[in-house]
């Protein structure tokens, strides 16, 4: 279900201006019934400030009254004829600095489990450049006695979904061993 803008600002609103139950309130900006009866209390939210939801054009006055008079009904989004916003384009991205120190580890990591990665995915998944890699690889990375191989999801550096992701199209791009060819080395077989 759709969840209203800024919905704990909307649950502050609908619990001081209206006689909404809480589970009311909570399903219909996505929380739990304590968190908006903490918000009632004045335990949460306390420097929030209320955003109406009527005057925002997310429901209507019919909608707030019809559901104010049976404590049993739910609260239900108007459907508007915008467009969804649309996901960011993949391109640079920015890591924090307390996380920059990660990086190199990270590299470590991708090239020890994945080695059929290219640069080109770890900079992508990591947000690093060609010539750290290189340097992580080839051990010539100014603090290579301190990294230790950890993994970039865990570290923060990118998502388990964006991993999979990568490590699949991977292994899509691995050549395939030819029957009967995959004890030979490549020396062995161009000496024939």
Known sequence: ??????????????????SLTFEQVADFCGMHALEVQ????????????????VGSGQISREE?????????????LIQTGLPLPQSRPKGARYT???KRQDRPDAISWLLKQ???????????????????????????????????????????????????????IAHGRRPVPVAGMESVSADERSGD
Do not use: F, Y
């Open 114 to 168: 994945h080695p059929e990665l290219t640069d080109a995915q770890i900079c992508a998944l990591v947000g690093t450049t060609k010539p750290t890699i290189t340097s992580v690889r080839e051990r010539t990375h100014w603090n290579a006695a301190n990294i230790k191989p950890r993994n970039p999801v865990t570290l923060g550096l990118c998502t388990e979904a964006e991993l999979e992701k990568v490590v699949a």
């Open 64 to 76: 707030l009254e019809r559901c104010q008079g049976n404590p049993n009904a739910r609260l239900h």
């Open 1 to 18: 279900m759709a969840l209203p803008l800024m919905p704990k600002a909307t649950a502050v609103w609908l619990v001081e201006n209206t």
């Open 96 to 98: 924090p600095v307390s």
């Open 38 to 53: 903490a918000i009632a209390d004045g335990e949460v939210a306390a420097g929030i400030v209320g955003l109406d939801p």
